[in-house]
């Protein structure tokens, strides 16, 4: 296909917005408002559809946002294949403030570390009071520049249309200093935002193009199913013979459902293993204490107290642990999909104190391989937190396959960038799929994700090309994807 130009060229790309917080403080209508007012009426006869996306035109530029709201869509959209949405706005009503799914919603956007704008919504209303919201969002870790941090904040609101430039110049403003590219020759790559089977037209998804060019024939791969693209068409309704990076599209030629946040890919291509990889957890490294994440819920505040307090003086008493717990976040209430596919993101557990789950969380965790238990009694959930603290209830501990640390980079003619590196442990080999990491994977914490994801397209050792190197030697490592951004002192670990 097309796609796989050789070239390395990349271009600015527009932002792909998502919109987080509390049910009822204007989520929907913000959306609604931005596209009421951007997206004129006779464009392509006036008709729209909801592909779980669309896209404006503003200040010349374009945005991007994803119209289908929620902790579930965005956390989905982050288990494989890398961020989905750019930029996070988290909406909080000027009235009502924080609330408990204003704090879910922050807890997913740290879990992700996606650059965040707040839109403090509903000033029109009486009652409002905006510092009021700052300080609470303070209280949460949430800095806004006026509290003297650095997270723009916008006080708007979506029913009378004020200040809705504001928020979309914040936008820009962030994409701006995100440098947002792609490369529309480079490998196709796409994330699936929608899915579902329409009686008439068959399995109906809709994704939003990361990189490369979709195109009107092109065989494509999804959650181990495989397509060829029959039709494409935008969110006016206009069809469409290719898309490149930042566009969302409606697709038609699966005979399967491909799974919400998975990679749309080439067929056959090396992103295409990649793409159906299930989320495990790695341990690595014999003798670090390794960090756990915890989802704790509970039937009332005070339990909740009570439950991290005890496992808190679990933790500092446990003598030889090869595991620590950390609180990744902590409500009242039933579990939820929203925490599993928390735990989900980070690589993480849900406990639950005389709460139940609900029916489509408990399916969702067995299908994401997501770990979760309720307790009745405070002294069944120690005693497994003692076990798990020890190590007895986790047997995935993995042997480093292969690790190295890039020592210098440097571009060749044909713009391909080489990664001369020393591999320290294991080995790496031609075809390895690879991951890269800013610091040394044994001190990996939960929260911590891979910079990229890719394969080993060739190794050399001086000017000959080789198909592995072992320990302690040095090599030119080249990969695919080219990863543009890789730097002396990353590390390189085989998957």
């Not at 891979?450 to 490592?477: A, S």
């Amino acid at each position: 296909m097309a796609n796989n130009e050789a070239t390395t060229t990349e271009e600015l790309r527009a932002p792909i917005v998502t919109v987080m917080g509390h049910v009822d403080h204007g989520k929907t209508s913000i959306l609604d408002a931005i596209r009421k007012t951007n997206v004129q009426a006779k464009e392509y006869g006036g008709i729209t559809q909801h592909i779980g996306a669309y896209q404006i035109s503003y200040s010349d530029k374009k945005i991007t946002f994803i119209d289908t709201p929620g902790h579930a869509a965005f956390t989905q959209m982050r288990a494989r294949g890398g961020r989905a949405a750019d930029i996070v706005v988290l909406v909080v009503a000027a009235d009502d403030g924080v609330m408990p799914q204003t704090k879910e919603a922050i807890a997913h956007i740290k879990a992700n570390k996606a650059p965040v704008i707040v839109a403090i919504n509903k000033i029109d209303l009486p009652g409002s009071d905006p510092q009021k919201v700052k300080q609470q969002l303070a209280q949460e870790n949430i800095l806004v520049e006026d509290w003297g941090g650095d997270i723009v904040s916008v006080e708007l609101s979506a029913k009378t249309g004020q200040n809705l430039d504001k928020l979309l110049d914040a936008i820009l403003v962030v994409a701006e200093l995100e440098q947002l590219k792609a490369n529309p020759k480079g490998e196709l790559e796409a994330v699936i935002i929608e899915s579902r089977l329409d009686r008439k037209r068959g399995a109906v998804v809709a994704a939003i193009v990361k990189s490369g060019t979709l195109r009107v024939g092109d065989k494509v791969s999804a959650s181990g199913y495989s397509a060829k693209v029959r039709s494409l068409m935008d969110d006016k309704g206009k069809m469409l013979k290719e898309v490149g990076p930042s566009t969302p599209v409606e697709i038609l030629g699966f005979k399967e459902v491909p799974n919400v946040g998975d990679l749309l890919v080439e067929e056959g291509s090396d992103l295409a293993q990649l793409a159906v990889d299930e989320q495990r957890v790695e341990i690595v490294g014999q003798d670090t204490k390794q960090s756990i994440a915890v989802i704790i819920k509970a039937d009332t505040q005070g339990t909740l107290e009570a439950v991290k307090a005890s496992l808190a003086d679990l933790v500092a008493s446990s003598v030889g642990a090869t595991f620590s717990l950390k609180f990744l976040h902590a409500s009242t209430g039933d579990v939820t999909d929203s925490d599993i596919l928390l735990a989900q993101s980070a690589k993480g557990i849900v406990l639950g104190f005389d709460v139940r789950i609900t029916p489509s969380a408990a399916d969702l965790a067995d299908n994401v391989k997501v770990k979760y238990k309720v307790y009745k009694t405070i002294y069944e959930l120690i005693d497994d937190a003692k076990e798990l603290l020890e190590g007895s209830a986790h047997k995935e501990e993995e042997k480093i396959k292969g690790r190295a640390q890039v020592l210098q980079t440097f571009k060749l003619p044909s713009g391909d960038i080489v990664a001369g590196s020393k591999v320290l442990a294991g080995a790496l080999k031609e075809g390895s799929r690879v991951a890269i990491y800013d610091k040394n994977p044994a001190d990996l914490t939960d929260e911590d994700v891979p910079l990229y994801r890719g394969v080993v397209k060739n190794l050399k050792k001086g000017k000959d090309e080789v198909k592995l190197v072992g320990k302690d030697v040095e090599c030119g490592v080249l990969l695919k994807p080219q990863f543009d951004d890789i730097a002396k002192g990353m590390f390189i670990e085989v998957l």
